[in-house]
């Protein structure tokens, strides 16, 4: 029985999860932060505008794990560049046999850990290892959010479409820890269900957006702009094609074409990315999960892969020589 669930990373997609969880009876839900965050949470609540509707619930927020004690649940829902940060506070929340889900975009330290090729590794996000020792994999529960938000405010989070959450062993098939965690999230009003494996949905995940991310920081443009550009489309489409083959080899086939894809994202409208969102606040932009690890995969399976590389060593230049907003 889940009881104590501990939400790392009241940001957008934190602050979702958070409002929606504190409101279901009888679960003792908590939070890290720090900041403006947690003053403004400690004073206000975690506040959520969802479909017109404007939620708020308590929520006790700590800035060091030891004042919350262990959970049974962590949900770590951090950017990839503040995951090395808080790793330990992570430990510290964790007794015997808490599961840590991770609620994250591109590919995570433990994504090779579940694949059928052995020996692959992705020090790109995790290069000392630091990260793996601290939150095994063997402890993780894999979550892909198919949901857009962002945040209004410090504690006040606008949900702007999706509610989808797969989840899945990080070390590959079912389990009851995944059918426990998919049943709360599912009563918290959220459409939760289990996978058998995450590592594909979260390789599809980043097919679909480690193109529209970076290029959309880049240029500042909304993804119906990125698609209306027949040159520009079609460097995502060379960049896509790239990355099935990495899938392919490693485990992860997309079933889908480019154009599929492409069609999807038009749905969405003027739509801005989260990478654009977090480079117009001046935070930190998620490069190595979205495009360095899958280069990285792609030269330990012998996939070449030039229009990733321009992509990458593009958006690298533009992060390093980006004046603080």
């Known amino acids: 029985m889940l009881k104590d669930v501990c939400i790392v990373g009241l940001g957008a997609i934190g602050g979702w999860l958070a409002a929606h969880l504190a409101r ?6 908590s939070a890290l932060a720090r900041g403006e965050t947690l003053a403004a949470v400690r004073e206000q ?9 404007a939620l708020s619930a308590p929520l ?3 800035a060091d794990a030891a004042e919350l004690g262990p959970q049974d649940l962590v949900i770590l829902a951090v950017k990839g560049p503040a995951i090395a940060g808080v790793a330990a506070q992570v ?11 991770t609620a994250l975009n591109g590919l995570p330290w433990w994504f090779t850990a579940g694949l059928p090729v052995p020996g692959l590794r992705l020090d790109s996000v995790d290069p000392d290892g630091r990260i793996a020792a601290l939150i095994p994999p063997e402890r993780v529960l894999g979550c892909v959010v198919h949901a857009s938000c962002y945040s209004r405010a410090p504690g006040w989070v606008q949900h702007v479409m999706g509610n989808g959450l797969l989840l899945g062993e990080a070390c590959g098939g079912s389990s009851a820890s995944v059918d426990a965690v998919a049943a709360l999230l599912s009563g918290a009003g959220f459409g939760a269900r289990g ?3 995450i590592q594909r949905e979260v390789f ?11 290029v959309s920081a880049l240029t500042r443009a909304t993804t119906d702009k990125i698609l209306a550009d027949d040159l520009v489309r079609e460097f995502t489409t060379a960049i896509m094609r790239e990355a099935a083959l ?19 994202t038009r749905g969405l409208g003027a739509f801005k990315t989260s990478m654009l969102q977090d480079v117009e606040a001046g935070r930190a932009i998620e490069t190595d999960a979205l495009l360095a690890a899958p280069r990285e995969l792609a030269q330990q399976v012998g996939v070449a892969t030039p229009m990733l590389d321009a992509l990458l ?3 690298r230049l533009m992060d390093a020589c980006r004046a603080p907003v």
């Not at 279901?24 to 839900?29: A, D, F, I, Q, S």
């Not at 609540?45 to 509707?53: V, Y």
């Not at 080899?249 to 492409?262: M, T, Y």
């Open 91 to 101: 430990a510290a929340l964790c007794g015997p046999h808490t599961r840590v889900l």
């Open 195 to 197: 996978v058998d494996s």
């Open 60 to 62: 006790r927020v700590a």
């Open 246 to 264: 990495i899938g392919e080899r490693v485990g992860c086939p997309i079933a889908q074409s480019p154009q599929d894809r492409h069609a999807i």
């Open 313 to 315: 060593g593009l958006t």
């Open 204 to 214: 599809y995940k980043l097919w679909g957006n480690m193109t529209t991310n970076p």
């Open 24 to 29: 279901v009876e009888g679960l003792r839900v």
């Open 45 to 53: 609540g975690i506040r959520l505008d969802s479909g017109g509707q």
